[in-house]
């Protein structure tokens, strides 16, 4: 039994990024549970790495699971670590399997939770994470909410204010410690054969648009309507996709490739002139980059980016290239997102995190 350290849990590529620094501001104490719902160097062991976590401790065969099994098999998993090896405190973040997964074991073997991105509500119950995220707050014990926004939406449950911090989002302090200069962002641009400022660069990931083929065969055709060389860099879940529907032809007049590192990702939308993403993490990167977003969703859990004029939310259709050209053509667009100021925060979430779970101790 050892009650002096503190479970920090991650299994995608979004968690490793934003629980990073948290992890190393908590130091040896803080001991990083990598469930593998990620696996994949892309996502997962580079990620880890390029974050400067060397140890994680790993789970088993979750990774490519159905959602009822990974999140199973991951409440087994980890509920037998946190009552064999009793952590003061289990660390979750955002709204992932993973991360309900080990609310819902730390709460069975009696652990305390706090919720990193706590908050967030799209009120779309067809989102998996929406789900996610409704069910870790019920389990929370402290929510550690970004915006003012995130508070509200708690204290509407019935979360009681003494329950809340409101500390800002971690993705801030990482993505500015993470980002490349401009010369050396424009090396990364140049490697990928694209100019500064000349290129759109696109992720797409959600179900409502990797599992649906109209979906995404919409969003695909409006990206080589843009005007611009488009970057893509595929997550495998969208690569299978793409295969499996019969769309591999769109992929002709888009630049393809394999999921890229965080730090050149971060130096390609740095320097990108438009962004188009169904991310969740691009929305807060965006406003931290001053570079502008088109959302391809339904619904989004992050309207401050909206709200400040970073962000566009579309549905897949002419909306895309119709706003993409409106917005590339905007000369007056760069030198006022720069002026805008970031609404998640001062850059200050992890180490106030940190001191919040180091309470448990
Ligand atoms: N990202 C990356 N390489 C890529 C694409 C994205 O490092 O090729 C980063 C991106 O900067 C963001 C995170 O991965 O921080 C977003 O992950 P994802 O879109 O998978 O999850 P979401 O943010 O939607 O939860």
Known sequence: MNPRWLAVVAGTRPEIIKLGHVARALGPVGRVVHTGQHESPELATDVLASMGITSARTLTGIVG????TQIGRMVEQLGDLFTSDEPAAVIVQGDTNSAVSAAQAANTAGVPVLHVEAGLRSFDRAMPEEINRCVISVLTDVHCA???TAV??????GVSAAKIELTGNTIVETTLAMVPAAAEAAEIAAQAGAEPHRYVLATIHRTENADHPARLEAILDQLTKLGLPVLLPLHPRTRQSIIRFGLTPALDRLRAMPPVGYRTFLGLASLAGLIVSDSGGLQEECTVLKRPLIVVRNSTERPESIAAGFAWLVQPGEAISELGRQ???DSALRPRLSAIPCPFGD???SDRIAAI?????
Do not use: K, M
């Open 327 to 329: 917005l590339l053509a």
């Open 347 to 349: 850059g200050t979430a």
């Open 146 to 148: 970004p915006t003012t």
């Open 357 to 361: 779970a180091r309470g448990f101790l």
């Open 65 to 68: 699971r159905s959602r009822h």
């Open 152 to 157: 509200r939406h708690l204290l509407n449950e």
